[in-house]
């Protein structure tokens, strides 16, 4: 493994971290908040009003996977249980047997191309479906979209892979503005932006490492099984992104459980075989000469989470007391613990741009932990 040490000269040394980014994954991240902008101007430019024009549908059926997947999932969340028109993710090719002509469709993918893609455009076409395509410029989405004349966002060919989420969300929160199911104060994209561009100030390459919050968590997790635990739906969202980006990128494996809901399972791996084993364990003792990973608890909060639980009968009765209790159970067995973003006041912010900035964080640690690892010059499968 590489040491701490070593992870933080490569990360505090921008030449060094520019050799080791071929892809230019940091500055992608970086301009998170310049691709919501462009890519609200794209939305604008697609003419969504041909499918929001004819009124609310029964359901949104987004098509789409990994990144197009979490957008969905972040909507869904922002949406609610009281949302009066469903958000269905399926990962394609097919559409499932039941949309029909009172539901939209949205196929959301960074190249708009394959069977993952066009197939279920040509389906939703052929039924009737009101389409949306969000794809690449000139991809065979895009000929499929024209030919149904359907709106399509056009994205440009430079979005680097693994880093368009936010390219593919912009579209689906103007659809879900445009049809009366967000405020567009709630769903503003230049709050968003605004947020994303302030992440990009603490937590790029130029700040160091003790005053950089993305890079101090890729330290955390360097020699670490992370363990994350989120509040409720949205910020579940961003942990299966931040897991995801984590396997992807880092080659890390990560588990994530959403409280309430899987709180017993939380604490039984934090109090499992991989716990420290000595329950006199110093806490905050020096780890350095520790030897092989150990488990390291991530908390990605909702203050709102909370509040739209109202389950009586469920125990604990809130994500929050969810919370509690797995915080609880890391500190019984000396499991360290890490916080995603909880820097700089995130109650200030509304709830999308506190997503937002948790999204850009992970997004951020996880480029920086495969940089720390040389893993972006290593042949991918």
């Known amino acids: 493994m590489t040491?701490?040490?070593l992870a933080e000269e490569v990360l505090d040394d921008l030449e060094l971290l520019r050799a080791r980014d071929p892809r230019g994954l940091l500055p992608a991240v970086a301009g998170s908040g310049a691709q919501v902008r462009e890519t609200t101007r794209l939305t604008e430019e697609a003419g969504l009003d041909r499918v929001t024009g004819g009124g609310r549908p029964r359901g949104l059926v987004v098509v789409a996977r990994r990144e197009g997947a979490v957008a969905a999932s972040v909507l869904r969340a922002l949406l609610g249980p009281t949302s009066p028109v469903t958000v269905d993710v399926v990962p394609g090719p097919a559409l499932p047997v039941w949309t029909g002509p009172s539901d939209?469709?949205?196929?959301a993918t960074r190249t708009g191309a394959g069977a993952y893609a066009v197939g279920p455009a040509y389906e939703a076409a052929r039924r009737g479906v009101s389409l949306v395509g969000i794809g690449a410029d000139d991809a065979p989405l895009r000929g499929v979209c024209a030919s149904a004349r359907a709106p399509y966002v056009a994205l440009p060919r430079t979005r680097v892979r693994h880093t368009t989420l936010w390219s593919l969300f912009t579209p689906m929160l103007r659809l879900a503005t445009d049809l009366g199911l967000l405020a567009p104060a709630v769903a503003d994209p230049e709050a968003v932006a605004a947020a994303l561009d302030e992440v990009a100030a603490e937590c790029g390459p130029a700040r160091e490492t003790f005053v950089n919050p993305a890079k101090s968590l890729a330290l955390e997790l360097l020699d670490t099984l992370p363990v994350i635990a989120s509040e409720g739906p949205l910020a579940g969202a961003a942990a299966t992104r931040f897991a995801d980006q984590l396997a992807t990128l880092a080659g890390l494996p990560a588990t994530d459980f959403r409280l309430p809901d899987q709180r017993v399972a939380a604490c039984a791996v934090l109090g499992g075989p991989l716990?420290?084993?000595?329950?006199?364990?110093?806490?905050?003792?020096?780890?350095a000469d520790d030897t092989g990973r150990r488990l390291r608890l991530l908390t990605i909060r909702d203050s709102e989470a909370g509040e739209r639980d109202g389950a009586g009968e469920r125990e604990p009765r809130s994500a929050a007391e969810g919370m509690q209790q797995v915080l609880s159970t890391a500190a019984a067995h000396s499991v360290p613990v890490s916080g995603l973003a909880e820097h700089g006041e995130p109650g200030r912010l509304g709830r999308l741009p506190r997503v937002a900035r948790q999204l850009a964080v992970a997004d951020f640690s996880a480029v920086y932990l495969a940089l720390a690892l040389d893993l972006e010059r290593v042949p991918r499968p």
């Open 104 to 107: 939209i469709a949205v196929v």
């Open 3 to 5: 040491s701490p040490e």
């Open 275 to 287: 716990a420290p084993q000595d329950a006199a364990d110093d806490f905050f003792r020096d780890r």
